[in-house]
């Protein structure tokens, strides 16, 4: 007579040899399905990164359209040049902007006495 735990474990064994590949087959879904749900959290999926790198493209070219629209170093150089040009020209205008200043001056005094004395 054979003892109750032979008897159970060869029916163990048994079990296991007979459905050993579906074990297997099953284990390996199992980790392939966790490995997929992993690599979609981890990682973005084809259609989402081109469209951001449109996107990208799309914002990059605006920038350099606008650094292109900038002027350049030149630019500002002989931009400074000219102010200073004019800002000398002012300064030399200034004294007879003065003189013109009291002329209107006085001619408004006179014009203001006239009107006062009656003489239209």
């Not at 099953?26 to 959290?41: E, H, K, Q, T, Y």
């Not at 989402?48 to 359209?65: C, D, F, P, Q, W």
Request: hydrophobic share 40%; glycine share 8%; charged share 30%.
């Amino acid at each position: 007579m054979k003892s109750t735990h032979s008897i159970i474990g060869g029916k163990r064994m048994d079990f296991i040899l007979e459905w050993w590949k579906q074990v297997l087959a099953l284990g390996f879904l199992i980790v392939g399905a966790g490995a997929l749900a992993w690599l979609r959290s981890t990682f973005v999926t084809k259609k989402l990164h081109e469209k951001s790198i449109s996107g990208l493209e799309t914002r990059l070219s605006a920038v350099e359209n606008t650094v292109e629209d900038m002027p350049s170093a030149e630019d500002i150089h002989d931009l400074e040049k000219r102010l200073i040009e004019v800002g000398g020209k002012i300064d030399a205008l200034s004294p007879q902007l003065g003189t013109l200043q009291r002329v209107t001056d006085l001619l408004m005094e006179n014009e203001l006495r006239e009107k006062r004395s009656g003489h239209n």
